[in-house]
């Protein structure tokens, strides 16, 4: 009786050698694991990174996925509110499928100290918002600012008498021209958009998102015509373009 166990025992352990012998260091271990936190709640949108092969994954809503490895290799798991995690296949591993949990820790955030003050009464705020500089407009500071400028190119140039006509521009005249030429341009885009913009033709085609840009874009209305037109006859315009639009689209 001895002697069979002893030959059965040398037989399983000829077996286990060579299952190891039969999986090379290098050979591909799919893994299938579940991420779960310490209170055994899963882990979703975790991301799983294998950066000796270059492969990436994310588990599932309930924290399931699968990414291969090589003995060896390190995944590498991250996940919002969690400290990062590092799994290595165990030791003497000798099959190429995995399956298991791996748990994550919280991560813990340290923040600063806050001080809570009273906003004191409500008579004592609204007197606090009365009293409360609103600063003026981009375009109130704009007509400021040029008013500012031309004021002091004024006086520069009101002290230089020269007997031929003949000016050059200095940096600040040309800063200034600029300006006006950036004002003009705002407000002619601002006429512009109130009768031409998307809610407009989108009410009036039925398109949406990305197609109705691209119609837009293939109006290529003249800036004269979409300045002093009015906005029913821009419509009207636009309604003619969008049945051309469609034949167009058909051609192709």
């Not at 197609?211 to 309604?239: H, Q, T, W």
């Amino acid at each position: 009786m001895n002697r069979f166990f002893t030959i059965y025992l040398l037989m399983a352990l000829m077996a286990f050698s060579s299952a190891v012998a039969q999986v090379p260091t290098d050979s591909l271990v799919t893994i299938s694991g579940q991420l779960k936190d310490l209170d055994e709640m899963p882990v979703p949108y975790a991301h799983i990174i294998n950066q000796g092969l270059g492969l990436g994954t994310t588990s599932d809503s309930l924290g399931f996925f699968r990414i291969y490895m090589r003995f060896g290799d390190s995944l590498h798991i991250s996940a919002i509110g969690f400290n990062d995690k590092y799994f290595q296949l165990p030791k003497f591993w000798f099959s190429n499928h995995f399956s298991g949990i791996i748990h994550l820790r919280y991560k813990i955030y340290e923040i600063k100290e806050v001080s809570i003050q009273s906003w004191g009464t409500y008579a004592q705020f609204k007197q606090k918002v009365l009293n409360t500089k609103i600063p003026p407009p981009p375009a109130e500071e704009a007509r400021i600012y040029l008013q500012r400028i031309a004021r002091e190119e004024a006086i520069k140039y009101d002290k230089v008498r020269v007997g031929f006509s003949f000016h050059m521009r200095s940096p600040e005249e040309r800063s200034l021209k600029k300006l006006k030429d950036k004002m003009e341009e705002e407000r002619k885009r601002s006429i512009i958009v109130k009768k031409f913009n998307e809610n407009n033709v989108g009410q009036l085609t039925g398109l949406k998102g990305d197609e109705l840009r691209g119609f837009m874009n293939y109006c290529r209305f003249p800036e004269d015509f979409l300045l002093y037109s009015s906005e029913y006859e821009i419509l009207e315009a636009v309604k003619r373009i969008y049945h051309k639009y469609y034949r167009d689209l058909d051609l192709r």
